[in-house]
């Protein structure tokens, strides 16, 4: 993934997590793994949240499924090309969709792996459906998450369904 266009993106609005020793950066829905030559410095920083203990956790579970580009989409015809949405398909069937902003944050040499969280999360016909997308670096026991994209209506969802 490209820190560095992430940490351009987030622009003094970026939150930092701290998980297991490892610093990431989040800004709006992506996070991403703050390289160990980098000193960013954030305002608000926070310990490992729910929401992201679920992804690493069915990670380790190896409860994730390969997921590719199949498909964009513009909600309103009337959008420029920048509101193109990225939909990516997995082997179970689940879709997750992402911002066109988003996807450019991804190199064609990542691997993408989609990871579904407790079962709430699901399409209007009650399938469920990812949370996130994993960004994974390395292969098999090696393989190490180096950015999660969320869902583009994942945190909308939550905060919905806590209201």
């Known amino acids: 993934m490209k820190f560095a266009k992430l940490l351009k993106m987030a622009a003094g609005s970026g939150v930092i997590i701290e998980r297991d020793g490892e610093k990431w950066l989040m800004?709006?829905?992506?996070?991403m793994k703050i390289p160990n030559e980098m000193n960013v410095v954030a305002a608000f920083r926070m310990?490992?949240?729910t929401f992201c203990k679920e992804v690493f956790e069915h990670f380790a579970d190896e409860d994730y499924s390969t997921a590719e580009l199949?498909?964009?989409?513009?909600?309103i015809p009337e959008m420029s090309a920048s509101k193109i949405m990225r939909i990516f398909t997995d082997e179970e069937g689940g879709e997750i969709t992402i911002s066109n902003?988003?996807?450019?944050?991804?190199e064609k040499s990542d691997e993408c792996l989609t990871i579904y969280g407790d079962g709430s999360y699901t399409d209007t016909d009650g399938n469920e459906q990812p949370i996130a997308m994993a960004i994974v670096e390395g292969w098999?026991?090696?393989a190490e998450i180096k950015g999660v994209i969320f869902a583009d209506d994942y945190f909308h969802r939550i905060l919905?369904?806590?209201a």
């Open 27 to 31: 800004s709006e829905t992506v996070m």
């Open 47 to 49: 310990q490992d949240p």
């Open 70 to 75: 199949t498909d964009a989409e513009l909600p």
């Open 101 to 106: 902003k988003h996807f450019g944050l991804i």
């Open 140 to 142: 098999g026991e090696d």
């Open 160 to 162: 919905k369904k806590e």
